[in-house]
DNA sequence: CGATAACATATTGCGCGCAACTAAATAGCG
DNA sequence: CGCTATTTAGTTGCGCGCAATATGTTATCG
């Protein structure tokens, strides 16, 4: 009989836990984000939905879900409350009255010129240089990040792991 | 008089920003540990704060906050419910009838016990190899992130970016 | 000692995330 | 056609995060 291997109590140690430091780096970003969005109205949620449809609206809830990887949970109120401030029009498909198709308004449109800055603001001020190596650095994280993401949704998806004899 | 620099409507492009892959692989680290967490009744962020009560119990909740970049407001609720489930005290320390100091029950201690495994079993889901380099590079994206997580701290504390000229 | 400032925690309010459930519309099938 | 299954949003409930504020305690200063 095989004991189950023994885990060295390291393991829980603070520091040495990815997920404690990607907690903590979200809600640092977000943090971040905060004060630059602020003027436009925009909390941090909103400004992602914003982005998706400052590249092109017209899209339905379930689409802009699938984008976010986000519920009508979350998105319902969320796009209210933009509809409620003007920047965003939701409208029933007519050919299929089950789907809202998510319209810029004409603010809506024009918030994007005052956005465009925001990422290059945030990098400047967290000290990054704007044509250096750093931007590689950046990107890097990125994929790092994206890949991450990949790994976690299919082990969400599936069930456990390989036991010791296949 | 200079005009502000262009910036590349690109610069919003979903799929270019840190902020969202960073955001979105938050959500799915959360989403990953949450049916490893809810056989020992603890959510993510009990989760975290049990991390910090298992290397050694008796802190205040500001000490606590400081560890993991938390307040009162998002604390105090929390620490209550851990301790209705039994599995936290929470005491007046006598000296300074301000601080609440924070102490693990038996049965809060127990749950060290079957949490050991959430790392590595987590990791295994996800399709890394215990021992291969894939700690190595895990290793590598956990200290970037606290290097992001510094920076960005740092700009939410200061104000604004250089201008063009200093 | 008494007033006041500083400090530690608690409370309130709001906006997410997300699970669970509901309601309405459409698709598909006998 | 009628009935069920599926799809799409919406609703409810709960637990964060966090800003703003309140409450109670200790420190400080005259």
Not at 25 to 47: E, I, K, V
Not at 63 to 80: I, V
Not at 111 to 120: N, V
Request: with cysteine; net charge positive; aromatic share 4%.
């Amino acid at each position: 009989m095989k004991k189950p291997r023994p885990v060295e109590p390291s393991a829980l140690r603070l520091e040495n836990q990815l997920c404690f430091a990607l907690y903590t780096a979200s809600r640092a970003l977000t943090r971040a984000y905060q004060p630059l969005l602020a003027p436009l109205g925009l909390t941090y949620p909103q400004y992602i939905v914003m982005l998706v449809l400052w590249e092109g609206d017209g899209l339905s809830v379930s689409q802009l879900g699938a984008r976010l990887a986000l519920d009508s949970g979350t998105l319902t109120p969320l796009l209210k409350r933009l509809e409620d401030n003007g920047i965003v029009e939701r409208r029933r498909d007519a050919n299929d009255e089950r789907v809202v198709r998510l319209f810029l308004t004409a603010s809506g449109r024009a918030l994007h010129g005052r956005a465009l800055s925001i990422p290059g603001e945030l990098a400047c001020r967290a000290g990054y240089e704007p044509d250096a190596a750093g931007l590689k650095s950046l990107n890097r994280l990125r994929e790092a990040l994206e890949a991450l993401t990949r790994r976690l949704d299919d082990a969400s998806t599936g069930r456990g792991c390989e036991a010791d004899d296949p």
